[in-house]
């Protein structure tokens, strides 16, 4: 079983939609949780860090399920700027781990 | 403020050849780590120096190795390249805990 797996996408949706990223882990001593985003040829930028709460950042709403170990990743009214690879990313997992975790990504593209 | 930088941008080496990648890291962090993202996958941990130490290690052969200098900028060296090194090698820095971790841009290496 992979460490991260993620929806294998890629998503084509269109302005405006709403369109829902799903994850899952493996390791349950995981401790820290995050989206990264990143563009075509360029480096992976925090999205949004996870919180077991939920939490919600403008058209932007993560959540966590540490029972089910899963992750998910919300966007609400789509733009085209949101097109983009998403990454799930957990970090640590019991001992010496320090190193972050990725998924392998899910494509989004937001057509006009 | 500076973010991450990494030196060069683009690499070509032959197979058999060697290969070091440099990174300095963002102003006020002592931690960096290395990342492979081959095309189509998620970043896959290499190693993390802090304290100039390699802290923990990924799945790779030894044929990578790094190192810290006393300013936390850090060295990535791949010996007997093979066909299968090219990719995209990502530096990253942060505190030592599990905050975010800022990315550089990153070298595209490619091996012939």
């Known amino acids: 079983r992979k460490e991260v797996e993620q929806d294998p996408g890629p998503f084509n949706v269109p302005e405006g939609a709403t369109v829902a990223f799903n994850c899952t882990y493996s390791n349950s001593a995981s401790q820290s949780f995050f989206w990264y985003r990143q563009d075509c040829r360029k480096e992976p930028k925090l999205l949004m860090s996870v919180y077991s709460s939920g939490n919600e950042d403008g058209r932007f709403t993560a959540q966590l399920n540490r029972a089910s170990q899963y992750i998910s990743l919300l966007i609400r009214d789509s733009k085209l700027s949101d097109s983009a690879t998403y990454l799930c990313?957990?970090?640590?997992?019991?001992?010496?781990?320090?190193?972050?975790?990725f998924g392998k990504g899910t494509l989004l593209t937001v057509n006009p | 403020d500076a973010g991450v930088t990494q030196s060069p941008t683009h690499l070509i080496k032959t197979r058999g050849q060697q290969v070091t990648l440099r990174c300095s890291p963002k102003?006020?962090?002592?931690?960096v780590s290395w990342y492979q993202q081959a095309l189509g996958q998620g970043p896959q941990f290499i190693f993390q120096y802090y304290e100039e130490e390699e802290r923990q290690r990924g799945n790779f052969p030894d044929r990578f190795s790094g190192h810290q200098f006393p300013n936390y900028s850090s060295e990535l060296n791949v010996n007997a390249l093979l066909l299968g090194d090219s990719a995209l090698y990502l530096c990253?820095?942060?505190?030592?805990?599990?905050?975010?971790?800022?990315f550089g841009p990153g070298t595209r290496l490619t091996v012939l």
């Open positions: 990313v957990v970090w640590g997992g019991g001992g010496s781990n320090y190193k972050l975790t």
């Open positions: 990253a820095s942060s505190l030592p805990g599990p905050g975010e971790q800022f």
């Open positions: 102003s006020g962090h002592d931690t």
